[in-house]
């Protein structure tokens, strides 16, 4: 098999940066130690920074399917409501499902945004006390309006907000107190650009008093477990240590940046991709909720997106992605989020126009 890299602008895994993968080839340590022990307590403001919370942060060493899994496990007392639009929010009913909890889907088009007049109507029977949410859906390039749908949330104040925002964080503001939101989660290989492996998960504290009360369902994935141990600045298991060491350097390299100026980038990243697929192709979202890190492009020419993606790796060295499940071929996804650049993506777009003749 050939070692050749191609520059990723698919919506995960995206691409590292050398310095990165350089700090995850940092000598092991006991994850038992003073030294881990420095370490995770190194991180945790720098999380809490990160997503403008005092609340815990936990690290999963697992995908965020895991940490999904970890959400309803631990937050659903009587019954969640799962609302759906696209293919990972369906996975979240999914795992609700399959773990035996009580759960309902609120289903709509996946070209169409949960609004919060929807949320408002289902909350207000009072039959759930969790609903769980994708802010950015990775499948669609569907951006669901996460403020408005907390400030609704709020109103009930029995029922828990559980947010997916795998393909948000990193590229996109997210006040987790501010927004009173209950569990944020994602994984690290999307917007904070590290190798996969590793989740970042925001537990309020209201979260984690109701997994103390809900009977055990689980044990790696137990809130209570791990942050008996969060509390010593350890893990329950031994975590991907590695991981540990990129993260930090992540963040410092963000802060660098600065967090507002990050956030700015990707909006210029998103500007230029859904400027480009308007003029030669379509977007699949509605309007008005298009997604500041991936774009879900329509295949309005019926385009090979094979071929291309093919010419494009094999001439060019760069990857972009299919549309997801039953979208592949009638969409595809250009993803603008992590360390790429606007000339990034330029040149991504040049690229293209030149292999399609646009």
């Given at each position: 098999?050939?070692?050749?890299?191609?520059?990723?602008?698919?919506p995960?895994?995206?691409?590292?940066r050398?310095?990165?993968?350089q700090?995850?080839?940092?000598?092991?340590?006991?994850?038992?130690?003073?030294?881990?022990?420095?370490?995770?307590?190194?991180l945790?403001?720098?999380?809490?920074?990160?997503?403008?919370?005092?609340?815990?942060?936990?690290?999963?060493?697992?995908?965020?399917?895991?940490?999904?899994?970890?959400?309803?496990?631990?937050?659903v007392?009587?019954?969640?409501?799962?609302?759906?639009?696209?293919?990972?929010?369906?996975?979240?009913?999914?795992?609700?499902?399959?773990?035996?909890?009580?759960?309902?889907?609120?289903?709509?088009?996946?070209?169409?945004a949960?609004?919060?007049?929807?949320?408002?109507?289902?909350l207000?029977?009072?039959?759930?006390?969790?609903?769980?949410?994708?802010?950015?859906?990775?499948?669609?390039?569907?951006?669901?309006?996460?403020?408005?749908?907390?400030?609704?949330?709020?109103?009930?104040?029995?029922?828990?907000?559980?947010?997916?925002?795998?393909?948000a964080?990193?590229?996109?503001?997210?006040?987790?107190?501010?927004?009173?939101?209950?569990?944020?989660l994602?994984?690290?290989?999307?917007?904070?650009?590290?190798?996969?492996?590793?989740?970042?998960?925001?537990?309020?504290?209201?979260?984690?008093?109701?997994?103390?009360?809900?009977?055990?369902?689980?044990?790696?994935?137990?809130?209570?477990?791990?942050?008996?141990?969060?509390?010593?600045?350890?893990?329950?298991?031994?975590?991907?240590?590695?991981?540990?060491?990129?993260?930090?350097?992540?963040?410092?390299?963000?802060?660098a940046?600065?967090?507002?100026?990050?956030?700015?980038?990707?909006?210029?990243?998103?500007?230029?991709?859904?400027?480009?697929?308007?003029?030669?192709?379509?977007?699949?979202?509605?309007?008005?909720?298009?997604?500041?890190?991936?774009?879900?492009?329509?295949?309005?020419?019926?385009?090979?997106?094979?071929?291309?993606?093919?010419?494009?790796?094999?001439?060019?060295?760069?990857r972009?992605?299919?549309?997801?499940?039953?979208?592949?071929?009638?969409?595809?996804?250009?993803?603008?989020?992590?360390?790429?650049?606007v000339?990034?993506v330029?040149?991504?777009?040049?690229?293209i126009?030149?292999?399609l003749?646009?």
């Open positions: 098999m050939r070692n050749v890299h191609s520059k990723l602008f698919t995960g895994p995206t691409e590292v050398p310095e990165i993968l700090a995850m080839a940092t000598p092991q340590i006991y994850h038992r130690s003073p030294e881990f022990r420095e370490l995770y307590a190194e945790q403001p720098k999380l809490q920074k990160f997503l403008y919370t005092e609340q815990t942060v936990l690290l999963l060493t697992s995908s965020s399917t895991g940490a999904m899994e970890a959400a309803v496990q631990n937050c007392g009587k019954k969640c409501l799962n609302f759906v639009n696209g293919a990972f929010s369906k996975r979240w009913h999914e795992i609700t499902a399959a773990c035996g909890i009580p759960c309902e889907a609120l289903e709509v088009p996946w070209n169409v949960i609004k919060p007049e929807m949320v408002e109507e289902k207000a029977g009072g039959e759930f006390d969790a609903v769980t949410l994708v802010y950015n859906e990775t499948s669609t390039g569907l951006m669901n309006p996460l403020p408005q749908i907390a400030e609704v949330v709020r109103k009930f104040p029995d029922v828990l907000l559980l947010v997916d925002a795998v393909s964080m990193g590229g996109v503001k997210i006040e987790f107190d501010a927004l009173g939101l209950d569990v944020c994602a994984g690290v290989q999307k917007a904070l650009a590290l190798p996969a492996g590793l989740a970042v998960c925001a537990v309020s504290d209201r979260a984690l008093k109701r997994a103390e009360a809900i009977k055990p369902r689980t044990y790696y994935f137990s809130f209570p477990v791990m942050v008996k141990s969060h509390k010593k600045n350890e893990t329950p298991a031994t975590p991907s240590i590695p991981h540990l060491f990129a993260l930090n350097a992540q963040l410092d390299a963000m802060f940046e600065g967090l507002d100026r990050r956030f700015a980038r990707h909006e210029a990243m998103a500007s230029a991709v859904q400027r480009w697929a308007k003029q030669h192709f379509d977007i699949y979202p509605e309007e008005g909720y298009w997604s500041q890190t991936v774009s879900c492009i329509t295949n309005t020419r019926g385009i090979s997106v094979d071929d291309l993606n093919k010419t494009l790796v094999q001439e060019h060295g760069m972009i992605s299919n549309g997801y499940g039953d979208l592949k071929g009638r969409t595809f996804r250009i993803a603008h989020m992590g360390d790429l650049t000339a990034d330029r040149g991504l777009l040049a690229t126009d030149a292999i003749g646009l």
